[in-house]
């Protein structure tokens, strides 16, 4: 007689991280958005840094709560194409903060995140690479590069 194994076979999240792309084929996503994820109520750009300087292409993360940075353009919002870089890099997450004051008081803020995904060539953030799988604050005048891309990439 055979067991029956009721083990998670993670069948269910498959399915509910999976992007039909028009061409029949699906992707898994290896993100979920975050139970504190919020739009922000600042807006916030990335500025793209080219060997000449920075440039006029800005990417406007005020728009929704999570930009997947990936080299897999079917669900991209920041296209990276650098061979080093993973299909699913990272992700810039906007997320509700609390914040205490001296006299137990607290205030909410929402502000961006960056999470790497587990890439084999990590995400830098200010020349320094952030662990993966935890939420890393941004701040205004960071500069963060993916995988061995010498492209940066400053957050406004």
């Known amino acids: 007689q055979a067991k029956l194994n009721f083990a998670n076979s993670g069948l269910l999240a498959a399915e509910t991280n999976t992007v039909k792309l028009t061409d029949g084929t699906s992707t898994i996503l290896k993100y979920n958005e975050a139970p504190e994820a919020r739009r922000p109520t600042l807006r916030w750009g990335l500025r793209v840094y080219r060997k000449r300087g920075w440039s006029a ?4 993360i005020h728009r929704q709560s999570a930009y997947p940075i990936e080299r897999d353009r079917a669900v991209a919002d920041i296209f990276i194409e650098h061979p080093s870089c993973l299909k699913q890099h990272a992700v810039i997450q906007h997320r509700q903060v609390t914040k205490k004051d001296g006299f137990s008081s607290s205030k909410s803020e929402n502000k961006p995140f960056i999470i790497d995904l587990e890439s084999t060539n990590n995400t830098h953030v200010n020349d320094e690479a952030i662990l993966t799988s935890r939420f ?9 590069k993916f995988g ?4 940066e990439y400053g957050l406004a």
């Not at 061995?148 to 492209?151: E, F």
């Open 148 to 151: 061995l891309s010498n492209r």
């Open 136 to 144: 890393y604050e941004l701040r205004p005048g960071d500069v963060i």
């Open 57 to 60: 292409e800005l990417f406007h």
